[in-house]
């Protein structure tokens, strides 16, 4: 028995699963981990092969009118662009005052007629000056310094000398025609532009206004048109349908290595789970799972190019639960179908989110729901309430990112889960038969007693037959208390016993007439044809089919223990014969389930032994617990994570069972079978 608690029960698993896979394992490892990149990037590329033809491509035609589908807020670059150019032509200039220049004008001025000279006028222009009455120069160089001086104050923030106020200074002087053309050309070769135009500065302020005005945001609302048909795409049209996830022309290299990417990291929780869980596979079942997941995945790219939003993962979600570990099946529809979600969208947006969405309630509601299965109707029902589920998760999604929920899209979904339940159980059969899983409904079909085998054993081993149902009921009512698979366990006890078919009047249950046929035997002999029940049991087991998963109940249900009475006998007539002689192949239960029906099946032989010895619920309880302590002591409990409290509630249940199969509280009708001596041949 191993210790259910603490890490030495985690430390255990681990190193006795290295030791057993090994570098095999490793290599197998890696294989699985090739074969889902080589499917991903698979899906991928068709993905984008089918996209491609009518795909989008800025500056060219639209191939397609491209409506939104679902609503989103973005930023109108068009708009947003013009409004900052109309802010920033709103800038006209930047006016710098030149200060020196205007100091050196007024001193220019100051100084006309002075010592100085005319510095300033033009050669001819001082030369004319020179030849006039010095009267007249004087009185003429005076109104320009006059007028120069009072025009120069004004035009501080002014470009230029304003030619027309110039004159008009001049005709309020009274000079003559003449003389105010002379002070004219005098002041206009003199007086320069004293502010000038900053091209930096004026640049830099258009681009600091042009930064403070805002994004333009629009809404683009569900249905709304993108883009029309043959008109030529624009960038930022071509940013709102890769936001709507319409694919683009070109190929989505970021997209494809990304999901690539996610798959190889995603394809190590496998390992580690099945590590942390003590679980194991061999190649046939990782077979299995790398095609239980490819198919997945090819069922959300199909949903999703169907407009399903993430319900393609309903099938891959129904044959995982039905076929492997709950709680691992969890996990996998989880992981999976997130990653699922990647390959099935070409490029990344919201629409993913819904995807994952539909992926959660699947996983959930599938293991709430998809368990303890009566029937294919109870199925396809159960199915159908996991694929509402995931439809409202998809419809809350939509509703939540603004994309429109009509009456035709849910019934859509609606007849998309019908739809999909009827696949996964029209398909489940194909998965049993190619890579011999089992699922509940093929546990039901064994279990039922039209099967072919159990007629037989009704038939021709009746004491099997009743002796199995009685292990059958002892354990599944056992299994039923420590949630374990209850119809598993119940189908491998009705199969556990098979092989004594072969020769039933060889074995206590199946002798009616008081006579025992090992009294006449060699008990070599005997030990011989009893054990041999187990190996004739596989034979029978692969001639008829039956699943890997029933054969181990009939390897382990007597582990690797002794028929003590014959090897006694033996020795009382002198022979001398090692013990393995008289044991069981073997292997020890490997699973709690296993180990369940050779509890139940120690236990039913033993009360059935002791007949009506068994006086009070006392001494039953003595019974069950000796059987229980016997496997302990043999060690046949050791590959088992059974914990004390859990053998204790088997106990238990074993004893409320037996009491109920009796009809009597004290427990006194309990039949005595012909002879009692074939200890372990039960």
Not at 200 to 225: H, I, N, Q, W
Request: hydrophobic share 45%; charged share 20%.
């Amino acid at each position: 028995m191993k210790n259910s608690d603490g890490p030495n029960k985690r430390n255990g698993t681990r190193r006795r699963l290295f030791r057993v896979l090994g570098a095999p394992a490793l290599r197998l490892g890696w294989g699985v981990r090739v074969v889902l990149l080589v499917a991903a990037a698979a899906i991928l590329l068709w993905g984008w092969w089918a996209d491609s033809k009518d795909a989008y491509r800025v500056g060219r035609p639209a191939p397609q009118t491209y409506v939104a589908l679902y609503t989103s807020s973005f930023e109108d670059r068009e708009a947003t662009d013009l409004l900052r150019q109309r802010v920033a032509e709103e800038v006209a200039a930047v006016l710098l005052k030149d200060g020196l220049l205007h100091r050196e004008l007024e001193d220019q001025l100051r100084l006309l007629g002075g010592e100085g000279g005319m510095d300033g006028p033009p050669p001819s222009l001082v030369q004319l000056l020179l030849d006039f009455p010095e009267g007249r120069r004087k009185a003429l160089l005076e109104v320009a310094q006059s007028i120069g001086l009072d025009l120069l104050s004004k035009t501080n923030a002014s470009l230029s000398i304003d030619d027309q106020e110039l004159w008009s200074a001049l005709e309020s002087t009274g000079l003559d025609w003449s003389d105010r053309n002379v002070v004219f050309q005098m002041l206009d070769s003199l007086l320069e532009p004293t502010v000038r135009v900053d091209d930096e500065a004026t640049v830099d302020l258009r681009k600091r206004r042009s930064a403070m005005v805002r994004p333009v945001e629009r809404v683009l609302r569900s249905g709304e048109v993108i883009v029309k048909k043959d008109d030529i795409v624009t960038t930022q049209q071509a940013v709102l349908l890769s936001r709507q996830g319409f694919p683009e022309a070109h190929f989505p290299w970021r997209h494809f290595f990304f999901s690539l990417l996610a798959v190889l990291v995603w394809s190590f929780w496998p390992d580690v789970f099945i590590l942390r869980r003590g679980l194991s596979f061999d190649q046939r079942e990782w077979l299995f799972f790398v095609t239980l997941v490819v198919s997945g995945w090819l069922f959300q790219a199909l949903g999703s190019r169907f407009g399903l939003d993430g319900l393609g993962i309903l099938p891959f979600a129904g044959w995982a639960f039905l076929t492997l570990p709950r709680d691992f099946s969890f996990h996998l529809v989880l992981g999976a179908g997130t990653v699922g979600a990647l390959l099935a969208m070409e490029a990344p947006s919201f629409a993913y989110l819904l995807l994952v969405m539909t992926s959660v309630a699947v996983a959930g509601l599938g293991h709430l729901l998809l368990h303890e299965i009566r029937s294919r109707v109870h199925l396809w029902q159960q199915f159908f309430l996991v694929g509402l589920g995931g439809a409202a998760a998809a419809l809350l999604g939509r509703w939540w990112m603004g994309i429109g929920v009509t009456f035709e899209r849910v019934g859509t979904y609606v007849l998309a889960a019908a739809a999909l339940g009827m696949i996964v159980i029209a398909v489940l059969p194909l998965w049993e038969n190619l890579f011999d899983v089992i699922s509940p409904l093929r546990l039901i079909e064994l279990s039922h007693p039209s099967n072919r085998l159990l007629k037989r054993l009704q038939v021709e081993a009746p004491g099997t037959y009743h002796h199995t149902l009685m292990v059958g009921t002892l354990a599944e009512s056992a299994a039923d208390r420590l949630g374990l698979n209850s119809l598993l366990v119940k189908a491998g006890a009705y199969y556990h016993d098979i092989g004594k078919l072969r020769r039933p009047q060889f074995f206590v249950e199946n002798q009616f007439q008081g006579e025992n046929v090992h009294d006449e035997l060699a008990p070599t002999l005997s030990a011989l044809i009893i054990i041999s029940h187990v190996r004739e049991g596989m034979d029978l087991a692969a001639e008829h089919g039956l699943p890997r998963v029933i054969r181990r109940f009939i390897t382990e249900h007597h582990g690797t223990t002794c028929l003590g009475y014959f090897q006694r006998k033996a020795k009382a007539m002198g022979e001398n014969l090692p013990r393995e002689q008289f044991c069981y192949p073997g292997p020890r239960p490997q699973s709690a389930e296993t180990a369940l029906v050779m509890l139940a099946d120690s236990t039913e032989a033993a009360v059935r032994a002791a007949g009506g010895n068994i006086q009070d619920v006392f001494e039953l309880e003595e019974t069950v617990g000796r059987v229980i302590e016997s496997k302990l002591q043999e060690k046949q409990l050791d590959e088992v994570s059974f914990s004390l409290k859990d053998l204790a509630t088997v106990k238990s249940v074993f004893v409320d069972v037996l009491r109920s199969m009796y009809h009597s509280r004290q427990v006194k009708e309990i039949p005595k079978p012909a002879d009692t001596k074939q200890e372990g041949s039960a």
